[in-house]
């Protein structure tokens, strides 16, 4: 037994995507810009490339839309989404990178060499409540830590009473953080999170199609425009 279903949707969270969303856009006037557009303003601590990419995500790639020199550890990007989505920012002769919403408005984003796959976002709502959600789902998984070292004691022991009951403990964190995460969707059927999460739930390793398509119903008209929901109707359409 591994941490493997809980751990493989938590990290999906950081990792979704759309294989043709909405474009990046520079804005055309000033005169509108105030209300749709965005504008995002970076600064790096304690790591030092020249330039800062900006990356649509495809599948389980990323692709290069734009770039930023960084001046005094500082960097920024500007343009429009015609709905929010998450896009990657990478680094110059770094490997990992950072995942955000970008939706149209001014937002300011902390990276830290320490911590550079999770980012300090202040002044993005959607950031701020896709955060809430990570921050909930982490106690969820808190419960693991305790479990593993025994797992691994009644594994080297050959115990195979003590794995049942372990098996069982971790069957019931699973449902626990399902039942979360299909809870804040319902939620907040009308913000743009939601088709997100259902979005993520689509590469779990056991995928519950009729609960999906639930909860893809319940969705607002207009939260099913946006990318993440196109590719969960593509989905069900499939299914």
């Not at 896009?87 to 300011?108: D, G, H, K, R, W």
């Not at 794995?163 to 953080?177: G, R």
Request: hydrophobic share 35%; net charge neutral.
């Amino acid at each position: 037994m591994k941490k493997g279903f809980l751990l493989s949707i938590f990290c999906i969270m950081l990792f979704s995507c759309k294989k043709n969303g909405s474009q990046i856009k520079n804005p055309t006037n000033t005169i509108t810009s105030t209300l749709n557009r965005f504008e995002i303003n970076g600064t790096l601590e304690k790591f030092y490339p020249e330039k800062v990419y900006l990356n649509k995500i495809i599948e389980n790639s990323i692709y290069q839309i734009d770039s930023s020199t960084v001046i005094n550890n500082n960097f920024s990007f500007t343009g429009t989404v015609e709905f929010p989505e998450r896009f990657a920012l990478s680094f110059e002769n770094y490997s990992s990178i950072s995942v955000i919403i970008i939706e149209n408005t001014q937002f300011e984003v902390f990276i830290s060499s320490d911590a550079i796959n999770d980012p300090t976002i202040k002044g993005s709502p959607l950031n701020s409540k896709l955060y809430k959600y990570k921050l909930d789902a982490k106690n969820i998984f808190k419960k693991i830590d305790y479990l593993f070292p025994q797992f691994q004691k009644a594994r080297l022991e050959n115990d195979a009473e003590k794995l049942a009951e372990i098996s069982e403990e971790m069957k019931k964190i699973e449902n626990e953080f399902v039942d979360f995460s299909n809870n804040y969707i319902l939620q907040n059927k009308e913000s743009y999170i939601a088709p997100m999460l259902l979005r993520d739930q689509l590469k779990s390793t056991s995928i519950d199609t009729l609960q999906i398509k639930k909860t893809y119903d319940i969705l607002s008209s207009e939260i099913k425009n946006s990318p993440d929901a196109e590719i969960i109707t593509s989905f069900l359409n499939l299914h």
